[in-house]
């Protein structure tokens, strides 16, 4: 290449760079190497004080939000009819909680076992009442509180929590000989699936839930 080309190239480069416009905080020499409304101070574009612009404080550098991730980890395994993950914790509660709903008989000599936990007592199966996970139970916190149920179908129920679906243990006559519970789940009475409009021979429904 001959040094008239070379010294062309050169030129041409350097007229490029210097034409380039900075955006907020980029490099300047010049006012004439900022976009826009902005100006250069101390080397970099920036809003003009005297005008008020706020163009570079309403465009803060974005920052990559974290990965969300589910600190509800089993706390161990139970061998009873098969082996099943324990659980002292259940997923965050929200407007909109996912959970599996399932039946349960309160009454004393059904499915649920022994009376239930927040009073003591066996109830009759007319009540829209429900067990929920060891961890949505939250240590007996949420016994006596409504809870809104909504299944897929679009019907929507509000029951009465008075026992704990016990994740971490079974298998016993308190737990009226069953596997410990998923910690997902919302166990309602029969009175609680009828609102519902649902067959309780379906066993296991996906729902939504959230406090009243």
């Not at 920052?63 to 980890?73: D, E, F, G, K, N």
Request: net charge neutral; with cysteine; hydrophobic share 30%.
């Amino acid at each position: 290449m001959s040094n008239l080309a070379l010294l062309s190239l050169i030129f041409t480069i350097f007229i490029s760079t210097s034409n380039a416009i900075s955006q907020c905080n980029g490099p300047c020499k010049t006012w004439d190497d900022c976009d826009g409304q902005l100006i250069c101070i101390n080397g970099k574009c920036n809003d003009d004080p005297n005008i008020g612009t706020k163009i570079c404080k309403s465009s803060p550098p974005s920052v990559p939000s974290p990965t969300p991730t589910s600190t509800c980890r089993p706390s161990g395994t139970v061998n009873c009819n098969g082996v099943h993950p324990i659980y002292r914790c259940s997923p965050p509660v929200t407007s909109s909680t996912p959970a599996q709903l399932t039946f349960n008989d309160f009454s004393e000599g059904g499915d649920g076992g022994g009376p239930s936990s927040c009073d003591g007592k066996y109830h009759d199966n007319n009540e829209r009442i429900v067990a929920l996970s060891t961890g949505w139970f939250a240590g007996r916190s949420r016994c006596g509180k409504m809870i809104r149920i909504r299944a897929n179908n679009g019907k929507t129920v509000t029951a009465k929590v008075v026992d704990e679906c016990d994740s971490t243990m079974g298998c016993d006559a308190e737990h009226a000989f069953q596997s410990p519970c998923k910690n997902n789940i919302v166990d309602g009475s029969i009175a609680v699936w009828r609102a519902l409009g649902l067959d309780t021979d379906l066993g296991i429904v996906p729902v939504t839930w959230s406090m009243v």
